[in-house]
């Protein structure tokens, strides 16, 4: 196949120049998801508050498979958004709108099948066609405003996304206090409140962000590539391998407040759905630093993978510093939620989500360079080993340790990523000279 990367417009910047780019994208998107970690925090901290513990567990629960859905629809995608819109030109807005409208139906198949599950598990008071079709919409939704935040990224507007999600997040606050207080009628507050700005910022964005950021990187860097035969088979295996590679391990980790209330119970769902939000937290410092990285390595390969163990370093630093933080808080924000959250079982949920979180960043920045260079196989075999052992230890131990066994799953599973991340980044320095030969490029 011919990759797309060896046609990529490559502009003649020093690794100062690269490391200055993805340094500046990094810290935009890392602004963005901030926003996103921080109210979604305060989000349901005050859901924990307002909304009792069993509504909360099983609202969590319909919302989790919602957004493990819209992840495992809109990751392969969004990827492809990430290292194929810097091809600029005609075949830049050709890759935008396939990717939105594969989105969209990958969203709307993998939605019915999410509102099967919530319909037969949770057991909602709506009838189950209208639950159904409701999960599904939802997921739709949220799998385009998921695109959205790569689409930015690959257009080179990675600052846009603190605009987007920031707006977002604050009107969801918003929307959940009305319901909470001044619409108390309303069934579902949790879902409804994250769905309705979401849908909102894909509007704003699919039709006024996105393309003015790649009217304005067309300027900057005019290309004349167009949509060929080349870069159809790219866009397509690189979308396919990418949903099973890197979205079947986000769909693993955003169910298991599903997984939890299912195994377990609705209680426990909930602890692990308020904890979960910290993990997040944390691996958005990753996957912000990892995705400013394939952007960049798009273009410019060889001094991006040069800088790309200075960048795990510096993840790696960050997050542990967040981890001890918010472990060390947690007790405190448990008491605030309630008494019937445990502060210091809520400390080892959070404890061993940080734990997982600490030791993934190296993963994530091999993995940012192989989908860079479209080798996603090596990426997919990591991911489903770790999404076996996640499930497997998940089956064993959350029956009768609830949230904690989940999140001692994720240590178990994350161990595993560490180790394959570890050796590819040994290898990270063979990289930048294998790159430039294109038979090694086209591997």
């Known amino acids: 196949m011919t990759s797309a990367s060896r046609t990529l417009p490559v502009a003649p910047e020093t690794s100062v120049d690269v490391g200055q780019r993805i340094t500046r994208d990094s810290l935009w998107l890392t602004s963005g998801y901030a926003v996103t970690s921080v109210s979604g925090f305060v989000f349901w901290m005050l859901a924990a508050v307002w909304i009792p513990q069993t509504q909360l567990g099983l609202e969590a ?41 594969a989105t969209a139906v ?10 099967v599950l919530v319909a037969v598990v949770l057991v909602p008071a709506l009838p189950f066609a209208v639950s159904v079709l409701a999960v599904a919409a939802c997921t739709v939704v949220w799998a385009l405003f998921n695109v959205q935040t790569q689409a930015l990224a690959g257009a080179a507007d990675a600052r846009g996304t603190l605009l987007v999600n920031g707006a977002a997040n604050l009107v969801k606050l918003a929307l959940l206090a009305v319901f909470a207080f001044g619409a108390a009628w309303m069934p579902h507050p949790l879902v409804t409140a994250t769905i309705i700005p979401a849908a909102a910022a894909v509007a704003v964005g699919a039709f006024a962000l996105v393309p003015r950021a790649l009217r304005r990187e067309q300027a900057r860097r005019p290309s004349t590539r167009t949509w060929d035969a080349a870069t159809a088979r790219a866009f397509g295996l ?13 769909c693993a980790g955003l169910s298991l407040s599903f997984v939890v209330t299912a195994l377990s119970s609705p209680a426990e769902g909930a602890v692990f ?96 360079l ?16 770790y999404v076996s052992i996640l ?29 394959v991340g570890a050796v590819g980044l040994r290898r990270v320095r063979d990289l930048p000279a294998r790159a430039s030969d294109p038979k090694a490029v086209a591997a």
């Not at 990958?106 to 509102?115: H, N």
């Not at 690189?238 to 391990?249: E, I, L, R, S, W």
């Not at 502060?343 to 080892?348: F, R, V």
């Not at 192989?370 to 080993?385: E, G, I």
């Open 106 to 115: 990958i969203a709307a198949v993998c939605g019915v099948g999410a509102g």
């Open 238 to 250: 690189f979308t396919a391998q990418n949903a099973v590679a890197v979205g079947v391990v986000m």
């Open 273 to 368: 759905a308020i904890a979960y939000q910290f993990s997040v937290a944390l691996d958005l410092v990753g996957v912000a630093v990892a995705t400013a990285l394939a952007k960049s390595a798009a273009a410019d390969f060889a001094p991006s993978a040069g800088l790309a163990r200075s960048y795990m370093l510096k993840v790696l630093l960050v997050v542990g510093v967040l981890g001890v933080a918010v472990t060390v808080a947690t007790p405190v924000l448990f008491l605030i939620a309630g008494r019937d959250y445990s502060p210091l079982y809520g400390m080892a949920v959070v404890g061993a989500l940080a734990l997982a979180s600490i030791i993934r960043p190296g993963f994530d920045i091999w993995s940012a």
């Open 370 to 385: 192989s989908r860079a260079r479209h080798r996603v196989r090596p990426v997919l075999w990591s991911n489903l080993l």
């Open 61 to 101: 629960s319909a919302l989790s498979i919602i957004m493990a859905a819209a992840a495992l629809a809109s990751n392969g995608p969004g990827s492809a958004l990430v290292v194929m819109l810097p091809l600029g030109g005609p075949a830049a807005w050709s890759v935008l709108r396939r990717a939105y409208a």
């Open 391 to 419: 499930f497997g230890v998940v089956l064993l131990l959350v029956p009768t340790l609830g949230a904690l066994g989940a999140a001692l799953a994720m240590v178990c599973g994350v161990t595993a990523l560490a180790a």
